[in-house]
Antibody, heavy 119, light 112 residues
Framework: QVQLQESGPGLVKPSETLSLTCTVS????????WNWIRQPAGKGLEWIGR???????NYNPSLKTRVTMSVDTSKNQFSLKLSSVTAADTAVYYC?????????????WGQGTLVTVSS | DIVMTQSPDSLAVSLGERATINCKSS????????????LAWYQQRPGQPPKLLIY???TRESGVPDRFSGSGSGTDFTLTISSLQSEDVAVYYC?????????FGQGTKLEI
């Protein structure tokens, strides 16, 4: 059974860079597309972007200038960096897998990690 | 971006009764070359990540009870729970995967 686990600081200061890692267990990171999705408290879901196991990326245009994703297949991990954060970036951040292809739903999700942006 | 709009925002249904949630996309998510609709439904219980229920948009994910069903094509879709159980209390989201950025509806809160 594939499992995803987010990790990283729960508190980030304004203007700094948010950094999260998702560790995939129970399956290989290869040949899939991996995503970051966030959810502010009490609100809906926003797709941040995706990365393939080979490293090709696709970011949400609304965040594109601030987002960088990377993948480390040797560790079965992928990562998110979001720069110049503000309070509006406070949210639960989820990592998730696309089921089979780029045009597919998200079939596995991490439990989510709350990131608060505050001084 | 494709905007997904769900209705209603919240819904209260008695145990054993039918619940219906609607989702409308701002443009068609039907890909003409394969006649597939790129639409999924998720269930999010409190404090939990979303769980994939249905995609394509009438294919149930493995392990999803058959009281959950989906229908629709083009821009209009429906999620139906035929006989509401207490464990179905959750927020339900539709999502299009026709094009990036992938987008979700605002959610429908289902209560008993």
């Amino acid at each position: 059974q594939v499992q995803l686990q987010e990790s990283g600081p729960g508190l980030v200061k304004p203007s700094e860079t948010l950094s999260l890692t998702c560790t995939v267990s129970g399956g290989s990171i290869s040949n899939y597309y991996w995503n970051w999705i966030r959810q502010p408290a009490g609100k809906g879901l926003e797709w941040i972007g995706r990365i393939s196991s080979s490293g090709s990326t696709n970011y949400n245009p609304s965040l594109k200038t601030r987002v960088t994703m990377s993948v480390d297949t040797s560790k079965n991990q992928f990562s998110l960096k979001l720069s110049s954060v503000t309070a509006a970036d406070t949210a639960v951040y989820y990592c998730a897998r696309l089921r089979l292809a780029v045009a597919d739903p998200f079939d596995y999700w991490g439990q989510g990690t709350l990131v608060t942006v505050s001084s | 971006d494709i905007v997904m709009t769900q209705s209603p925002d919240s819904l209260a249904v008695s145990l054993g009764e039918r619940a219906t949630i609607n989702c409308k996309s701002s443009q068609s998510v039907l890909y003409s070359s394969n006649n597939k609709n790129y639409l999924a439904w998720y269930q999010q219980r409190p404090g939990q990540p979303p769980k994939l229920l249905i995609y394509w948009p009438s294919t149930r994910e493995s392990g999803v009870p058959d009281r959950f069903s989906g229908s629709g094509s083009g821009t209009d879709f429906t999620l139906t729970i035929s006989s509401l159980q207490s464990e179905d209390v959750a927020v339900y989201y539709c999502q299009q995967y026709y094009s990036t950025p992938y987008t979700f509806g605002q959610g429908t809160k289902l209560e008993i």
